[in-house]
Each structure stands twice: as structure tokens, then as C-alpha cells.
């Protein structure tokens, strides 16, 4: 049988009977969105194209893979989910492009060369394949490519006459690359013509001519160049066994143009240049052949400096003048011809314009900026106060190149203002120049500082429920955000800001956006603790500022919010990427105070330490004190600038009352908490799974789990990946002496949006919850059978793709399918049971949803899982916590 289903629809099934088993297939590599080749399809498979979309979610039987760590190989994969312009890379006004691969900084114009990286180049304005050279100030310049010239080279040019301007200020040499010669070993013979730069050190030491290379295994360091040095022409060549050089006589500079005639037979060479007398030599050694693998450079080398030649063939500088008229050829009496492609072309060149043309003629610098040829390429260097690729644009402090630099420390941000610049401080540090350590009790945030604080995004997807307490000092604010992407098309949202003194919830499920307002205004002077308990169930929304609320109630429309950036707190680390209707009004940060900030139970930790990002939060008071520094009624008095002290109640003790006066010196064992009594100067022992006693110091060996009310068991399948989730089945033993709490939760309970199956007692009858993956089904509860008396009952829960079965005592008490139309029919519960409620400090009714309000009180034994063979034991290694051998 094969089926198939999409976009929610009914599957579409297709059944084979056959008439004996067939064995299973042994699978070989699965691969997403398309093949490497032909050759990895079954013949059977026919045409197939490659995707082009995006994928997620994978699940394979009954696993979930990975689509990043799980890979083996793969290519031109991008990631879909998070955009690259999360993190806004792009700096100075440049556009960040989402989809884009290598760069994805677009730079405006006119600022064609500004940089907006820490790497200058990553924003690459330079066409054409051109070189990008970080410059001071934070501008490139591009060393442009053959048949290129100009700013960005964006410009034509026509070489017919190379011009050559030696080694730039970046310590590159322009040049000219042919392919290489393969028949020089015995003979060659070059000609040419050459032409200097009115450059006073163009005859100085520079490099005309080269092929070799620089040790290359046994074939040594074989090369052949031709150079000038102060002011004669310089014929070298290496055969393996010594360097041959001759020099010409030095030079008539009247003369415009050069003529250079140079050349090699076997160990001997010569060299001729003008009118001059032949000049000869010959190689040391006996070694009479040249090997050289690399291409004909001419005018200088593609490496940035000459420490990559060869021994004796190097010349500090690159050719300055023009190079022309270059043939060879290699016999004696051959034919000599043009190096390159047919039409004479390199294989590659750099910064190499067109000899009597400047590019510097088409360019004009402003506010003193000097233009600077450089062959083909051209920039211009600014003067003091001045920047940008026209030196047009006024010099900012914080602009890379400034002299002196900014003073921020501790990797504070440099902030440009019209009159100087201010440090945007990092959490956790403070003052003018972010040089003091900063410890935070009560975050304060500054809108005119841009302060913010971030947090790793929670599951909200079927519910929202908020509660933050703040004091303010302004009517407008953003005092929680989250989104479905980092953008003014942020897609799904949720918010609460001030608008007019007004406290709003704001949020967007994907089909317009709701909005509450308080009642009333809030206190703006900044000295009135204001608490805000807001939410949505579905779409249905809630707001209450100090007891006072206002509810939107809706029966139609989107009912989940899918949210995946940071939640972030006074505010956002760029204004531009919140959405617009997550505002009343302008959008601007939050400023006062926030001491209290909890999303679906889990508390956001609002010190320098618990977050994931901040800039420029300060403490709200200015002392060690907070709204839970000290704990259980404590009182905090500031003890200095940085400490503190508490006053404790008469029954907590220790530097922040968290410790029960009754447990000072407690005689608990083996990880066991320590729970004062109420009403008795005394104290229990709530043991670790595996330990029992009045101080946990016995050793337990249980065949039956007693739970008290605030107990849990964790158990892990370690058969999960080879369970098939589409049927799961439970079966126990079960005495309770409550007639509500929760049995068993399959799944990680780490969301309200996960996978589960859960089982509990509402009135003393069965009540199932189940969540395939699409929606929460509503719970169903038996009616037949009351559990209760502390007897022993023996349950069985199955599931069977979306179809659910509970058993008491063999008979049927519950039958439901939750979903007919079968959109998910797997619990992809990764292999985490439940028992009888969940961690220490994790409340049932918050982790569940509200589906079970009390944790079990009474006995299980007898678990057994799916259809094994065995039952589960009670192990010391599992994780729990509360729970007491029981009576069998």
C-alpha cells in the first residue's frame, strides 16, 4: 500500500495484494530537492528536475531529521528560514538583500565605494570582476581588469598600447597575463618595445617580463626576466643550476622610445637593446634546458609581492610606462608571433590602461581630493575633514580612518552626532565612554540612546500570556516585540507599547491586526510600578493594566501566531525592522523602567547575564537593589554604589532570604530538597528518584511508584527511533486516591506547540489530550468509568493515527478520531514519558495548558509500552523527583 496527501487534503491510497510476504528494501541515501546525477536514479525513476522552493520539517517513519547537521553532502542550498539580514550587516544607508548568496549589502549611490563592514570589501561595489582594496575611511578602491577602467570600472577601454603603473599604494603591481609558453625549453627569442613614466623611479628596479615559478619539486626554480635597473635593461634566466644575467649599457633617456631584443639557446643568451652593442652570457652549470610551467607576465605579477618569484628574478616594482609591440617566438628561425588567445588578448590583467590616456581625465575630486592613476584604475585621495568615493562626504568620528579614533571601550558602538560622537554602551557596562562595569537589578532603558534588550524566541504559537511590570517617564513606547521576521513586513506579530500614556496589546495572526487599549493612562513621572497581564488564546485577546480589563472576543478568523525572531524588551536594535502596526504612532524605544518581564510562565532574566543581546541599558535606580534581589519578602538597603543587604523575614535567612531558616543545616541527602513545614519549626526531605527515608539516605528498589501531589518520573525510550509513531500504546496499572491530576504526558512538554499525548483524571474519569502536529484536539472524557478508592485499575491508552482507545480492566471506555481527515497522524513525542507531573517548579496547569490543574497522588505500576515484551522497571537512573516505593 502507498498513499499520499497535501496541503491538509484527504490521501490519496493505492493497495497491491500479494499473495506471500515480500521482504523489506534496504534504502540507500535519500536526497531533498534533486540528484548529483543521473547515475543515482533507478531506472525506473524517468525524468527528473531539481526544486526550487524551499523544505523543512523532514520525517521519516517515525523521525525527524535535521535538514542541516544530518547532511552528508549537497550544494547550492540556501536557508529559507532565517534571512541573512537578520543581524542588519549592512551599515551607511546600504540595503541588505535577504535571498542574496555572497554579498548581501548593496551600497547606495552616490557612495558607490563607501564600506559597510568591519570587512570593507564584503559590500563590493567594483564590477566586472575587479579587485577590492580596502581603503582608509571605509571606501575600496577597484584595481580594475583588462578592457576596464574608471571609478568602479564600469568603463571600456580599448588596449592596444598597455600602459603599466607599477606597484600601487596596497602593494599591488599592474600587469598583464598570457597563457604560458609550453616550447621554451631549448630556445627563445623575445622583442619589444618599451616606453617610461616621467616617474623618477621607473628606471630604478622594475620588472618588464617573467615566466617561472618558485621551486616546483624537482624542476627547481626555472624561470626567465627581463627588468630594468638604474637605468640599464637586465636579462636573467635560471636553467636549474645557477643564474645567468646580462646587462645592458644604461640608457639614452632622450630617447622616447626603447627597443629590446633578448633571447636564449641552450646555457647561452643575449640581449640587445637600441643601438647598442649584443651583449651575451652564459648560465653556470651543465644544466641546459628551461622548465617553466607558469603564464608570461608582463609589467608585473599577479602575486601582491615579488617574495613569491623566484630567487634572482625579482624586481621591487612593478613596469611604469608602456610595454608594446611584445612577440617571440622559440627556433631559431621561426616566425615570431603575438603572446595570447588569436586576437592577442590576455588571459588575465590588472590595473593596465591605454598608453597617452589618463582615466583621471573623466573623473573630478572635490574639496581638495587628488585623483590617483593608476593604470586603468583610479580613486581619490582626500584630505583632511573629507571621504567618500568623490570626496564629497564630511568625515565622520566614527568612520574608520578618523586620526584619532573613537575612545569607546569594551566593544562599545561609536554612535555619529553633528558635533562629535557618543558610545553605544554594552550590556554591562556604562558611562561615558562604556569604561565602568555595570551590574543590572532593575533594567532602565533611554529612547534617545536606543537602548534594547533580547531574548531567545519562546513558543507562542496557540497561546500568548504575558505579565511585565514597568515605570515610565514618557507617554510613547515599545515595551515588548516579537515577529515573524526582522522587517517593516514583519508577517505575524505580537506587542505591548505605550501610545499616548495608553497601554496597548497589539497583535497580528496573519489576517489583520487586533488591537486593546487600557482604560486608563499610566502614571508618567516614573514612580508608580504599573503591572501589565496580557495574552491571546487563539484570537481571542485580553488586557489588564493594574486589575483593570479589556477583552477582544472573536468566533472567526486565524487563530496561530508563528513568531521567530528575538523577543526583545524597551525597545528594538533598529527601529526600521519593526512592523508599523505593531505601533499606535511613531515608533520609538521605551523609557523607564522594566523590572519583571514572564512569557507562558518562563521569567526573562533582566540582568546583563540572562540575555541574549542589549545596548545601553542602565540600572532603573542607579543601586544593587531590585524587585528580586532580595527574595521572600526581603527588604533590599543599598550597602554602596554596588552592593547591597537584605532584611529577611523572621523564617528565611542567607545574603538573599533564599534560604528557610528550618533547612540551615539540614540532614537531606543525595540532591534532596529541603521543604520547610508551615506550621512546625520543622522540615521535610522531597527525596531524588531512587531515594526514600525522612532525609532521603535509604536506597530504593520499587516495583510500584507512589506520587504525592508534586512528584514526577521522567523516563526516556531509548527504542524511540525505531517505534513507529503512527501507533502508540500505554499500559499500566493505576491506584489513585484523587480524583483529578495527570497520569501520563508523552512528549518533551518543552512547548505549546510540541507533539503529545496526555492522560489524566477530571473527576475521577479518564481524560485524553492528544496533538498530531496541526492543531491542539479538543480533550475527550470517558463517562462510563469512575476511577477512585485507592483501587488498582489496570489502563490501557491507544493510538492508532488519529484514531483514540482507552481501556479500564480490559473493557472499551473511550473511542475518538480526532481528525477524520488524517492531516497528521503520527506523535512525534521523541521518546519523553511523563509520569504524574513534571520538574520542580514547573506548574501542571501552566505546562499543560490549563488541560490538567494538579500533579497525581497515587500509585503506578506495570508500565508497559507499545506491545514489548517486558514491562519498564524502576530504574535509579531515571530522572525524578518525590517519589516513594508503594504498595503493591
Not at 455 to 481: A, D, K
Not at 604 to 611: A, M, N, R, S
Amino acid at each position: 500500500m502507498i498513499e499520499i496527501a497535501a496541503a491538509n487534503g484527504t490521501a490519496n491510497r493505492r493497495q497491491k495484494y500479494v499473495s506471500k510476504p515480500t521482504a523489506e528494501a534496504a534504502f540507500g541515501p535519500v536526497f531533498l530537492g534533486g540528484v548529483p546525477t543521473s547515475a543515482e536514479l533507478h531506472a525506473d525513476a524517468g525524468s527528473v528536475s531539481g526544486f526550487t522552493g524551499c523544505l523543512r520539517e523532514l520525517q521519516i517513519n517515525s523521525r525527524e531529521i535535521c535538514l542541516v547537521s544530518e547532511t552528508v553532502r549537497g550544494r547550492n542550498i540556501h536557508s529559507c528560514g532565517t534571512s541573512s539580514c537578520r543581524r542588519q550587516p549592512c551599515r551607511d544607508g546600504a540595503t541588505c538583500i535577504s535571498d542574496a548568496v555572497r554579498r548581501p549589502c548593496t551600497c547606495p549611490l552616490p557612495r558607490q565605494t563607501s564600506l559597510h563592514q568591519t570587512d570593507t570589501c564584503q559590500c563590493n561595489p567594483c564590477a566586472r570582476g575587479a579587485t577590492c582594496v580596502p581603503r582608509p575611511w571605509a571606501e575600496v578602491a577597484c584595481l580594475c581588469p583588462h578592457g576596464r577602467q574608471g571609478l568602479l570600472c564600469s568603463d571600456d577601454i580599448s588596449v592596444t598600447r598597455p600602459r603599466f603603473s607599477g606597484r600601487d599604494e596596497f602593494g599591488y603591481t599592474s600587469y598583464m597575463a598570457y597563457s604560458p609558453i609550453r616550447s621554451m625549453q631549448h630556445f627563445y627569442e623575445f622583442r619589444l618595445k618599451l616606453m617610461f613614466s616621467s616617474d623618477a623611479s621607473a628606471l630604478k628596479d622594475s620588472l618588464v617580463l617573467f615566466s617561472g615559478q618558485k621551486g616546483q619539486g624537482v624542476d627547481g626554480d626555472d624561470f626567465l626576466a627581463l627588468g630594468v635597473r638604474n637605468g640599464r635593461i637586465v636579462h636573467k634566466y635560471n636553467l636549474g643550476s645557477g643564474v645567468a644575467t646580462i646587462v645592458s649599457e644604461r640608457l639614452n633617456q632622450r630617447m622616447k622610445i626603447h627597443t629590446v631584443r633578448f633571447g636564449r639557446h641552450l646555457r647561452r643568451g643575449w640581449l640587445k637593446v637600441d643601438a647598442q652593442r649584443n651583449k651575451t652570457g652564459v648560465s653556470p652549470g651543465r644544466l641546459s634546458g628551461l622548465n617553466t610551467f607558469s603564464q608570461l607576465f608582463v609589467g608585473g605579477y599577479s602575486n601582491r609581492g615579488p617574495e613569491q618569484l623566484p630567487a634572482g628574478s625579482r624586481f621591487t616594482d612593478g613596469f611604469r610606462g608602456c610595454i608594446f609591440d611584445v612577440q617571440f617566438r622559440t627556433a631559431p628561425y621561426g616566425r615570431f608571433r603575438a603572446p595570447g588567445d588569436p586576437e592577442g588578448r590576455p588571459a588575465s590583467s590588472r590595473s593596465v590602461g591605454q598608453c597617452g590616456v589618463s582615466p583621471c581625465v573623466l573623473l573630478r575630486c572635490h574639496n581638495g581630493g587628488t585623483c590617483v592613476d593608476s593604470g586603468s584604475s583610479v580613486y581619490c585621495r582626500c584630505v583632511s575633514g573629507w571621504k567618500g568615493a568623490l570626496c564629497s562626504e564630511t568625515a565622520s568620528f566614527c568612520d574608520n580612518g578618523h586620526a584619532p579614533p573613537p575612545s569607546c571601550v569594551r566593544n562599545a558602538t561609536c554612535v555619529p552626532l553633528p558635533d562629535g560622537y557618543r558610545c553605544q554602551c554594552p550590556l554591562g557596562t556604562s558611562g561615558q565612554l562604556c569604561q565602568q562595569v555595570l551590574s543590572i537589578s532593575d533594567a532602565g532603558f533611554n529612547a534617545s540612546r536606543s537602548s534594547w534588550m533580547s531574548f531567545p524566541p519562546v513558543s507562542m504559537r496557540h497561546r500568548t500570556h504575558l505579565q511585565l511590570q514597568f515605570q515610565t517617564v514618557s507617554p510613547e513606547g515599545i515595551i515588548f516585540y516579537t515577529a515573524q521576521s526582522p522587517s517593516a513586513q514583519a508577517g505575524d506579530f505580537i506587542s505591548v507599547v505605550l501610545s499616548d500614556g495608553f497601554v496597548q496589546l497589539r497583535y497580528n495572526l496573519g489576517d489583520g491586526t487586533i488591537v486593546l487599549q487600557s482604560r486608563n493612562r499610566v502614571d508618567q513621572t516614573g514612580r508608580t510600578w504599573h503591572l501589565v497581564q496580557a495574552g491571546r488564546e487563539g484570537n481571542r485577546g485580553y488586557l489588564v493594566l493594574d486589575n483593570q480589563v479589556v477583552k477582544h472576543n472573536s468566533s472567526g478568523g486565524m487563530t496561530t501566531l508563528d513568531v521567530a525572531t528575538d523577543i526583545y524588551v524597551g525597545g528594538v536594535s533598529s527601529l526600521t525592522t519593526i512592523c508599523p502596526d505593531a505601533v499606535a504612532k511613531q515608533q520609538v524605544g521605551f523609557s523607564g523602567g522594566v523590572r519583571e518581564v514572564v512569557v507562558n510562565g518562563r521569567e526573562l532574566e533582566l540582568t546583563e547575564g540572562g540575555v541574549l543581546g542589549g545596548a545601553d541599558v542602565g540600572d532603573w535606580d542607579g543601586t544593587a537593589c531590585g524587585y528580586k534581589v532580595c527574595r521572600n519578602g526581603g527588604l533590599c538597603h543599598p550597602d554602596g554604589p554596588a552592593s547591597f543587604r537584605c532584611d529577611c523575614p523572621p523564617s528565611w535567612t542567607g545574603t538573599r532570604c533564599e534560604q528557610p531558616v528550618r533547612c540551615v543545616g539540614n540532614l537531606c541527602r543525595h540532591g534532596a530538597v529541603c521543604v520547610p513545614h508551615d506550621t512546625a519549626m520543622t522540615y521535610s526531605c522531597v527525596c531524588a528518584f531512587g531515594w526514600h527515608g525522612p532525609y532521603c539516605s535509604q536506597q530504593a528498589s520499587m516495583t510500584t511508584a507512589r506520587f504525592v501531589g508534586n512528584s514526577y518520573l521522567k523516563y526516556r525510550d531509548s527504542k524511540y527511533n525505531s517505534r513507529n509513531l503512527t501507533y502508540t500504546q500505554v499500559s499500566f496499572n493505576l491506584s489513585t486516591s484523587s480524583e483529578d491530576g495527570l497520569i501520563l504526558w508523552a512528549g518533551p512538554a518543552d512547548s505549546d506547540d510540541g507533539d503529545y499525548l496526555a492522560l489524566g483524571l477530571q473527576y475521577g474519569r479518564l481524560k485524553i489530550a492528544i496533538n498530531l502536529g496541526a492543531k491542539v484536539a479538543l480533550p475527550v472524557v470517558s463517562q462510563n468509568t469512575a476511577l477512585c478508592c485507592e483501587r488498582w485499575n489496570y489502563i490501557s491508552i491507544i493510538q492508532n493515527r488519529t484514531l483514540i482507545q482507552a481501556f479500564v480492566n480490559g473493557q472499551r471506555v473511550l473511542f475518538e478520531d480526532v481528525d477524520p481527515f488524517e492531516c497528521y497522524v503520527a506523535v512525534n513525542h521523541r521518546g519523553v514519558y511523563y509520569f504524574g507531573g513534571f520538574e520542580l517548579g514547573r506548574d501542571v496547569s501552566t505546562v499543560t495548558g490549563g488541560l490538567f490543574t494538579a500533579g497525581l497522588v497515587g500509585s503506578i505500576k506495570d508500565i508497559l509500552l507499545y506491545q514489548d515484551a517486558e514491562t519498564l522497571p524502576f530504574l535509579p537512573t531515571y530522572e525524578g523527583f518525590n517519589v516513594y516505593p508503594g504498595e503493591d
